[in-house]
C-alpha cells in the first residue's frame, strides 16, 4: 500500500466535493472565435482541485507547482480564481461545517478567538537590527572609500543668527 501525500484527494473526499464545483458557463454577450467545445480541452477538476491543495498544503508559489504532475500552473491559478468568484470555496467551508457539526457539534452561541504578537526575544542577537529602524539613532557605517560626514560646527543655537 502506498503512502497517501497530503494534497491528494481521496475518492471519498471527491464525491463530496465534485457537487459544489461551478459549471463553466459561456458569457452571452461576448463573441467567440471558436465555436463551443473548440481548443484544447480543460483539465480536470480533480487535477486542478489536487494542484490548488498542493499549493495550500505546502505554502509554495503558484509557479512551484510540479508541471509534471499538474501541468501549466497558469492554468491551475486561472481556474482557482475562478472557482473563488464563483464562491466555490466558501461553499466547501460551509458544507465543512455543516459536517462537522452534524458529527461533533459546534457551539454556534458563544465563540471566542484569542491571540498575542509578539517579539522572539532571541531573535535580536541572532539577525541583528530590524532594516526598518533606518530612522533612529545608532552607529552608522561609513560609505566605502568616503571620510564620515560631519558637520562644521557642533551646536548651533538656532535663535541666533550664524
Known amino acids: 500500500m502506498s503512502k497517501v501525500q497530503s494534497w491528494e484527494v481521496s475518492?471519498?473526499?471527491?464525491?463530496?466535493?465534485?457537487?459544489?464545483i461551478p459549471v463553466r458557463q459561456r458569457c452571452a454577450g461576448?463573441?467567440?472565435?471558436?465555436?463551443?467545445?473548440?481548443?484544447?480541452?480543460?483539465?480536470?477538476?480533480?487535477?486542478?482541485?489536487?494542484?490548488?491543495?498542493?499549493?495550500?498544503?505546502t505554502g509554495c508559489q503558484w509557479r512551484a507547482l510540479p508541471k509534471e504532475r499538474f501541468g501549466s500552473c497558469?492554468?491551475?491559478?486561472?481556474?482557482?480564481l475562478e472557482w473563488e468568484r464563483a464562491g466555490f470555496f466558501e461553499a466547501l467551508w460551509e458544507a465543512g461545517l455543516a459536517?462537522?457539526?452534524?458529527?461533533?457539534?459546534?457551539?454556534?452561541?458563544?465563540?471566542?478567538?484569542d491571540g498575542a504578537t509578539m517579539k522572539a526575544p532571541m531573535a535580536q542577537q541572532a539577525v541583528g537590527p530590524n532594516p526598518t529602524d533606518r530612522g533612529k539613532k545608532r552607529q552608522q557605517a561609513?560609505?566605502?572609500?568616503?571620510c564620515a560626514w560631519r558637520p562644521v560646527v557642533d551646536h548651533r543655537d538656532r535663535r541666533q543668527p550664524a
Do not use: M, N
Open 142 to 146: 561609513a560609505s566605502a572609500g568616503r
Open 99 to 113: 459536517e462537522y457539526d452534524d458529527l461533533q457539534g459546534i457551539a454556534w452561541r458563544w465563540q471566542s478567538i
Open 74 to 80: 497558469s492554468a491551475i491559478h486561472a481556474r482557482f
Open 11 to 20: 475518492d471519498e473526499f471527491w464525491e463530496r466535493v465534485e457537487p459544489l
Open 30 to 57: 461576448k463573441t467567440y472565435r471558436r465555436k463551443p467545445g473548440a481548443g484544447r480541452p480543460p483539465k480536470e477538476a480533480r487535477l486542478v482541485f489536487e494542484g490548488i491543495v498542493y499549493v495550500l498544503r
